[in-house]
């Protein structure tokens, strides 16, 4: 529907509504503005100005109306992270290049606030960020630690821990340049502000007069940091640490995190950019939004970074407001924090993209975008996340011979619902490899007696596979003889005829098997064989069948390990599917098998494996 005139100076009044609201007055020298204001008084400073300052400041002992303007400001340097901010650091500003005094941005305030809360309240201050582009969280959370450093406490040692050495090096320089440029009649030291090597170390630093030791390390030298006395942590980029057999981000982190005690002023900071779900850093952020971790968690999206703004004027309104697709347009009804400015800047630069998935990977606008978007998901991130709702924490034990659920912290056997009488049930089975780095293998079960089928069981671990298939049966058995389909292909081709005997044997040992038709190009009779084999005209079919039912929200996944695979699953180039590099899908396919093999279950009214006929000898 065309707009009228009318209609677009209503939304322009609002533009300028909210474009109101983003201009938030902000002045560290008078104290304007800070995030902390309910925490300020005003005082009179030795130069005649009013001021306001943290009132543990004019509590300090050393606080008197006396000062002068040099120990009044160094006081309050003490007390003031933002005027310290202002007065003492200067960095290099991303658009002109030039030093400027580090002014905190809005975001940057945002994250500075969360961390004075926890400090003025004597509690320990542990943060995870997830990070948007170019709004200098990194530079955020280093100069904090060099405040606390510079100005609360002595002999108080940090450790920057990147991913490679080379971006830890990158973080420490941002305060070795805070050191060079710090001015002297400011420093609270026994010496002029410089860097020193301590002890010959090529990784550890003393700041002069400090005693405060600045440690250098990465996720691919973790023995570096065992040992040491850290009382603040900043875990940079924590998305990229590699995990392998040898070295896991989850042991190492333990490690650094065990060495700094819960008091008050220290830190820990886990920070990253996005790199897919499913990995360490994507664990701890969803444990933080549930609450059940120590940290804060804080995603800065791409709308309140000033840079990404572009002005717009009356007069160019109405083509921009023809222009936007339906994506844009709930940008300006849902989010209030969007201005006019946003939008154009957003729908001129989703330009330089192929695809808009690839821009919301530059640019989430929330942090289901951050982790989701590669450019070429299978899954709608947004559907899958709605799956997430359903998830449930599982009883996890192993199931006895005599088939009794045994809860077992070791075990590999998650329950959801038990069996029930009447019921019907399928169960999938992904067959892996044996060892820890190989694929896993997994039992899934589903019922499917109502319109919408539900996972309510699932086994994953690594195991031979003859004991694979005797743990399928006896968890199919107690779902009701489900019906067991087994995808067949690593047995069919692997260790020649002692998996081939396998089959075998389930057929003779599980009375409801899943067979397939198959046409004997020999003998042309049609036969029928043991499983699901998959190739890439059975992959694609059982795949559609789950892209549609993930769609509409067609069946109950309580599995958040599979929610996280739904999301790392990717078209490659040849048009089939994979899971992304370093990423799993054997709980995917069980689904996409189980739930394919239901529906032809529903729709023929017949058991497959009890009407097919049998093989031939």
Known sequence: MKLTPHDYDTIWAEHCRRKALQVAEYDPTAGIGCPDDHFRTEVTAPDGHKVRVPMSMITDP????????????????????????????????????????????????????????????????????????????????????????????????????????????????????????????LWDGDATPKFVPYERSANVREIVGRGCRVTLASAENQDAVRGSDFAMAHLSEVAFWPATLRKDPTDFIRTICGAIARAPYTLIVMESTANGVGNFFHQEWLRARAGKSDKHPIFVPWYEIEIYREPITRDELPQLWESLDAYEMNLWSSIDAMSLDCIKWYHNKRKEYCSHAMMQAEYPTNEEEAFTNTGNNVFDAVHVEKMRTDCRQPRVGELSDMGVFADDPLGCLSLWTPPHSGRRYVAAVDVGGRSRSSDWSVIAVLDYTEERPEVVAQWRGHIDHDLLTRKATKIA??????????????????????????????????????????????????????????????????????????????????????????????????GSYAARHGCHDDCLMTRAIALSVAREEIGHQRCVGSTLPPPPP
């Open 62 to 185: 050393l606080y008197s109306t006396r000062l002068g303007i040099n120990d009044f400001e160094m006081l309050r340097c003490r007390h003031d992270f933002y005027f310290w901010a202002w007065r003492c650091v200067t960095i290099k500003d991303k658009i002109s290049g030039r030093d400027t005094r580090f002014t905190l941005n809005a975001p940057q305030r945002r994250v500075a606030e969360v961390l004075e809360s926890d400090r003025r309240a004597g509690l320990p201050m542990r943060l995870i960020i997830l990070k948007a582009r170019q709004w200098g969280g990194s530079t955020l959370v280093q100069l904090y630690m060099s405040w606390i450093q510079s100005c609360c406490q002595r002999n108080w040692h940090s450790l920057i821990c990147a991913h490679v050495k080379d971006s830890a090096a990158n973080i420490r320089g941002m305060y070795t340049k805070m050191l060079a440029q710090y001015p002297p009649e």
């Open 477 to 574: 058995g107690w779902y009701n003889e489900a019906l067991l389909v087994v995808e067949s292909n690593t047995l069919e081709t692997e260790n020649g005829g002692d998996s081939l005997y396998l089959l075998t044997n389930l057929r003779e040992c599980y009375p409801n098997l899943y067979l397939r038709r198959s046409f004997d190009t020999v003998t042309g009779c049609a036969t029928s064989r043991i499983g699901f084999h998959t190739n890439r005209a059975t992959k694609g079919m059982v795949v559609d069948r789950l892209i549609e039912l993930v769609r509409e929200h067609g069946y109950v996944e309580r599995d958040s390990v599979t929610i996280n695979e739904l999301l790392t699953y990717e078209h490659l180039p040849n």
